[in-house]
T-cell receptor
C-alpha cells in the first residue's frame, strides 16, 4: 500500500462544476503540499498545509490531521484548470517529500 | 524575481553515456532538491543539497550523483545511462533546509526531460 493515496486517478467534468480531489496518507507528516502539473512538466506549488484550511482564488485546500486526509476543491471549474494535481506529504522525521500518484483532471467547456 | 531554471529542457542520450543536468534556484534560496518522475514510478526523491552539502538522499544507485556550488546552483550527474533512466528530472528550491526552518515552501523548475535510447 502506498504511503500517499489520491482519488480519483482521473476526473472529467464540465466547466463550472465543483471539483474535489482527495488525498489520504499513512505516515506522520510535518506538512502536506498540493501541486499542479501541466502538460510539459512544470510543477507549481498550490498550497502547503499543516492544519486547517487555505483558500486561494477558486482553490480551497483542507486537511484533517487526525484522519490523515486532505482535500483540494476547485469552485467554478474552468478548462484552464485541466492538469494533474499531486498531493505530497513531508515526513516528520526526514522531511523528504512522499508523492501521491496524481489526479488527472480534465474540464470540458 | 526569476524562478527556478533548469537546463537543458530536453536531452537525448544513448545507453552507457553520462549526463549532467543543471538547476539554478531562486535568488537567495540555499536548498535544492532533485526528483525523478517516470510514468510507472511517479515522482521519487533523489537528493537534497543545502549550503553545498548533501543533506538527504533517496534510494537511487550510485550512478546518480549531485553537487551544489557556492552560488547555490546545483548539478546532478547520471553515469552509465540505462533505458530506465528516461524520465523528467525536476529540481525544487527553497529558502532553507527544513531542519533549519521548518516547512519552508518549495518552488519547482520546468524540468529536464531525458530520453535514453
Amino acid at each position: 500500500k502506498n504511503e500517499v493515496e489520491q482519488s480519483p486517478q482521473n476526473l472529467t467534468a464540465q466547466e463550472g462544476e465543483f471539483i474535489t480531489i482527495n488525498c489520504s496518507y499513512s505516515v506522520g507528516i510535518s506538512a502536506l503540499h498540493w501541486l499542479q502539473q501541466h502538460p510539459g512538466g512544470g510543477i507549481v506549488s498550490l498550497f502547503m498545509l499543516s492544519s486547517g484550511k487555505k483558500k486561494h482564488g477558486r482553490l480551497i485546500a483542507t486537511i484533517n490531521i487526525q484522519e490523515k486526509h486532505s482535500s483540494l476543491h476547485i469552485t467554478a471549474s474552468h478548462p484552464r484548470d485541466s492538469a494533474v494535481y499531486i498531493c505530497a506529504v513531508k515526513g516528520d522525521s526526514n522531511y523528504q517529500l512522499i508523492w501521491g500518484a496524481g489526479t488527472k483532471l480534465i474540464i470540458k467547456p | 524575481k526569476a524562478g527556478v531554471t533548469q537546463t537543458p529542457r530536453y536531452l537525448i542520450k544513448t545507453r552507457g553515456q553520462q549526463v549532467t543536468l543543471s538547476c539554478s534556484p531562486i535568488s537567495g534560496h540555499r536548498s535544492v532538491s532533485w526528483y525523478q518522475q517516470t510514468p510507472g514510478q511517479g515522482l521519487q526523491f533523489l537528493f537534497e543539497y543545502f549550503s553545498e552539502t548533501q543533506r538527504n538522499k533517496g534510494n537511487f544507485p550510485g550512478r546518480f550523483s549531485g553537487r551544489q556550488f557556492s552560488n547555490s546552483r546545483s548539478e546532478m550527474n547520471v553515469s552509465t545511462l540505462e533505458l530506465g533512466d528516461s524520465a523528467l528530472y525536476l529540481c525544487a528550491s527553497s529558502l532553507a533546509w527544513d531542519r533549519v526552518v521548518r516547512n519552508t515552501e518549495a518552488f519547482f523548475g520546468q524540468g529536464t526531460r531525458l530520453t535514453v535510447v
